[in-house]
């Protein structure tokens, strides 16, 4: 299927940034609640991070998903009203990161509701979309999701380099929308050790293939990692990028699945 069959008419190739707010729950995940070296860095995303991240999007005027710890939103409403305030997408990502695939499904189901019902609170509607902790969901995520409803997108997979449909028998679907470990910058930087100048270079081979090909692009970032000041420029310089090209749809990723869905609905993608 050509590019100018998948995507709205005059688009090749849509993209969207999504901006995980994990603050300081990711750490305690990771490294426990005693090891400030690294909790620190956590409080990062809403001391500076996600404000220099929201600057960056109004310059270019681009509009983003921010993936949201209820526990993030919980302490800090400002930073959720300021997102908000810009045009973006809100979506959840989970109560307090600790991941679904260790949880018994009760305790996921408990802990997805309670992440909806404060995102909800603090922003006034409800979120349509969700990412796990970690990017790691249970084999039941999925079906929690369909059960609790309005759920239109998740962002928890790294298989393909399109959008796909989770197809349920009352015709409520999900939209998939995979990303990749490339596209990561906790990836990059962490794991991979890359300058902000690599990780530049990486995301625009990653996206001229994608754009080339008439796929999907989807940036996986973090406040407390591309907010800081030198990944920040790595961050902006790939907003521009892909926003210098001809017939590519950076939208946030509720936009993208509605589109998506309507196709689906239409038959004309699967
Ligand atoms: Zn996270």
Not at 237 to 248: L, T
């Amino acid at each position: 299927m050509s590019p100018e069959q998948i995507w709205p008419e005059g688009i090749r190739c849509a993209a969207v940034f999504t901006f995980d707010n994990d603050d300081e729950f990711g750490m305690i995940d990771a490294f426990g609640s005693e090891r400030m070296f690294y909790v620190s860095q956590g409080y990062y995303d809403t001391n500076e991070g996600t404000a220099r991240v929201l600057r960056i999007l109004k310059r270019h005027q681009v509009r983003a998903t921010f993936c949201m710890v209820g526990r993030t939103a919980e302490k800090r409403q400002d930073i959720v009203k300021m997102i908000r305030e810009d045009g973006h997408e809100v979506a959840a990502h989970s109560w307090d990161h600790r991941p679904y695939y260790k949880m018994e499904y009760e305790e996921e189901r408990e802990d997805i509701q309670k992440t909806l019902d404060i995102v909800e609170r603090m922003v006034g509607t409800r979120p349509v979309g969700h990412r796990s902790p970690d990017w790691n969901p249970s084999k039941s995520t999925v079906k929690i999701l369909h059960e609790l409803g309005g759920f239109i997108w998740r962002g928890d997979s790294l298989d393909g380099d399109l959008p796909y449909i989770h197809k349920f028998e009352d015709g409520r679907n999900i939209v998939e929308l995979p990303s990749s470990i490339g596209l990561d910058d906790f990836g990059v930087y962490g794991d991979r050790g890359y300058s902000p100048q690599e990780a530049f270079e990486l995301w625009k081979d990653e996206f001229d293939i994608l754009y080339e090909e008439g796929k999907f692009f989807c940036l996986t970032a973090h406040p407390l990692v591309s907010g800081r000041p030198a990944p920040s420029t790595a961050l902006e310089k790939i907003v521009a990028y892909v926003k210098s090209h001809d017939g590519v749809w950076i939208s946030t990723a509720q936009e993208i699945a509605k589109y998506w869905l309507s196709k689906s609905q239409a038959a004309l993608i699967v």
